[in-house]
């Protein structure tokens, strides 16, 4: 669910308002000064995981993301990571290829329930949430923050993941 079909009223909208969850997350992670996302679809968005729903391994194209738990599938939906796989000055082809051919050495699965906030470096850490199973959904939110103001998704990323770029 995009940004702008989430209610100003509710608590994700009014979390991500904050200054002070903003000034926290840039205290976290080392930052003088964090900004929110312009994107109107992007800034805040609620992702649902039914029966057999994944994501699959990738790297995210951001430095750091920011997560917050609502509820925990019946089966499945592990948030599984691998650290610092690669850098900027090495992709670990090699690497990638093992996590991705099934080595799970190295791979850490991050404990989370309903109420977690995680804040992590997913572009030089691989990670996935596994298949769900069950009758009850696994739904989190991303929160995004940046370092520069102005932060808009690209029309093509837009449409990939909500269908439109407005």
């Keep these: 669910m995009a940004y702008d079909r989430i209610p100003e009223s509710t608590p994700i909208r009014r979390l991500y308002a904050a200054d002070e969850v903003k000034d926290f997350i840039a205290a976290v992670l080392g930052k003088p ?15 649902v995981f039914r029966e057999g729903d994944e994501l699959g391994w990738h790297f995210d194209r951001s430095e ?3 997560t917050v738990m609502y509820l925990d599938a019946e089966e499945g939906g592990h948030f599984d990571y691998y650290p610092g796989l690669r850098s900027d000055d090495d992709s670990n082809y090699a690497g ?35 298949p769900t199973s069950g009758s009850t959904p696994r739904i989190n939110s ?25």
């Excluded at 080595?103 to 949430?129: E, K, Q, Y």
Aim: hydrophobic share 40%; no cysteine; glycine share 8%.
């Design 33 to 47: 000064r964090l900004y929110r996302s312009d994107d109107p679809l992007d800034a805040v968005m609620i992702a």
């Design 64 to 66: 750091f993301s920011v």
């Design 96 to 130: 990638v290829q093992q996590v991705l051919d099934g080595d799970s050495a190295g791979v850490i699965r991050l404990p989370s329930s309903p109420g977690t906030l995680a804040i992590f470096h997913g572009r030089h850490a691989m990670h996935r949430v596994t």
């Design 142 to 166: 991303v929160l995004t923050y940046g370092e520069d103001s102005g932060m808009r998704l690209n029309e093509l990323t837009a449409d990939l993941f909500y269908g439109r770029t407005q």
